[in-house]
């Protein structure tokens, strides 16, 4: 019997991806680099803010540390939150079905405490689930499955009493590891075969979950 959701963050419950894409493009547009969609989505999407600025700097031979990158897109990237970034679709929807039905409801993100609090109160959802796992909790970064092992094990269940909503390779990775069936919603990049082959659904929005949670009662 399903119990508990544990939801990631970034790119499945708020729409963070396109935000990054465009701190991006600014960052290399100063450089006098044009940066596309279809090239963040095959190299950058789903990964680490640490990563992506090593592979920035390394592909573009930008003149900068990773420290002054980090520190530029994350200044970047607390101007566009605090003109708000919008959930993703179905989201609000299947929360309120989640509480209404009484499950139990967890935030398992690599983000860090402040940032993801502030998209979840930014959008007044931050009241509607029952914990939260986030970067500072934890020593291994996903795809590494601490993040869910903690998740379930603050929401006082068995893997097999949750399900775990994803929209990165490595965040399927990470719940497979845990022993967590895992449902993806796919955001700017859908995940490989290999992945999908992981989960036991994937639906284009979040909407679906409510129907195939019901269809499971």
Do not use: W
């Given at each position: 019997?399903?119990?508990?959701?544990?939801?990631?963050?970034?790119?499945?419950?708020?729409?963070?991806?396109?935000?990054?894409?465009?701190?991006?493009?600014?960052?290399?547009?100063?450089?006098?680099?044009?940066?596309?969609?279809?090239?963040?989505?095959?190299?950058?999407?789903?990964?680490?803010?640490?990563?992506?600025?090593?592979?920035?700097?390394?592909?573009?031979?930008?003149?900068?540390?990773?420290?002054?990158?980090?520190?530029?897109c994350l200044k970047m990237e607390e101007s566009m939150i605090?003109?708000g970034v919008p959930l993703k679709k179905g989201a609000r929807?299947?929360?309120?079905?989640?509480?209404?039905?009484?499950?139990?409801?967890?935030?398992?993100?690599?983000?860090?405490?402040?940032?993801?609090?502030?998209?979840?109160?930014?959008?007044?959802?931050?009241?509607?689930?029952?914990?939260?796992?986030?970067?500072?909790?934890?020593?291994?970064?996903?795809?590494?499955?601490?993040?869910?092992?903690?998740?379930?094990?603050?929401?006082?269940?068995?893997?097999?009493?949750?399900?775990?909503?994803?929209?990165?390779?490595?965040?399927?990775?990470?719940?497979?590891?845990?022993t967590i069936p895992v449902i993806c919603v796919p955001d700017?990049?859908?995940?490989?075969?290999?992945?999908?082959?992981?989960?036991?659904?994937?639906?284009?929005?979040?909407?679906?979950?409510?129907?195939?949670?019901?269809?499971?009662?």
């Amino acid at each position: 019997m399903i119990k508990a959701i544990i939801f990631d963050l970034d790119g499945l419950l708020v729409d963070t991806e396109i935000v990054s894409y465009e701190i991006y493009k600014k960052l290399l547009l100063k450089f006098g680099f044009n940066f596309s969609t279809q090239e963040y989505s095959k190299h950058y999407s789903g990964k680490t803010e640490t990563s992506n600025i090593e592979h920035l700097i390394d592909t573009y031979s930008l003149p900068l540390s990773l420290e002054v990158g980090l520190a530029k897109c994350l200044k970047m990237e607390e101007s566009m939150i605090e003109q708000g970034v919008p959930l993703k679709k179905g989201a609000r929807n299947l929360l309120e079905y989640l509480k209404k039905n009484n499950y139990k409801v967890a935030v398992a993100s690599s983000s860090t405490k402040e940032r993801a609090i502030k998209l979840l109160k930014q959008n007044h959802i931050h009241n509607l689930f029952d914990e939260f796992v986030f970067a500072e909790d934890v020593t291994n970064s996903k795809p590494h499955p601490e993040v869910f092992i903690k998740a379930y094990k603050k929401l006082n269940c068995q893997p097999s009493e949750c399900i775990v909503l994803e929209d990165s390779e490595n965040g399927i990775m990470a719940a497979f590891n845990a022993t967590i069936p895992v449902i993806c919603v796919p955001d700017m990049k859908s995940p490989s075969k290999i992945y999908l082959e992981k989960c036991i659904e994937i639906f284009p929005s979040l909407y679906e979950v409510i129907s195939f949670l019901e269809n499971k009662d």
